[in-house]
């Protein structure tokens, strides 16, 4: 593979044969980088005497499918947890 201006490219030679006839063609392969950006755009608080707040600014823009984005926490609360769906979870889609 040979990176080329953000892309990687592959040129092989392809054969395809039926045991009597060949035929030979040149495959060309780009792969582009994938990318992620992921913004807070809404700040989290909590209210005293409250038990829960609503984690809804996380916004991810991807030149890949979003469907296959995973969020994984890295460093989980100091106090408490983070729950999807009423489970505790540090990784969710």
């Known amino acids: 593979m040979r990176p080329v201006a953000g892309l990687l ?8 044969s039926d045991g009597k006839h060949s035929r030979y063609t040149v495959l060309n392969v780009n792969v582009t980088a ?13 209210v005293q005497g409250e038990l829960s707040t609503t984690v809804a600014g ?3 823009v991807s030149s890949g499918s979003p469907r296959r984005i995973i969020y994984n ?9 983070l729950y999807r769906d009423d489970e505790p979870v540090l990784r969710f889609r």
């Open 9 to 16: 490219w592959v040129r092989a030679l392809l054969q395809v």
């Open 73 to 81: 926490v890295t460093r989980p609360p100091r106090h408490g947890r």
């Open 34 to 46: 994938l990318t992620l950006s992921v913004w807070n755009v809404s700040a989290s608080t909590l």
């Open 58 to 60: 996380i916004h991810v």
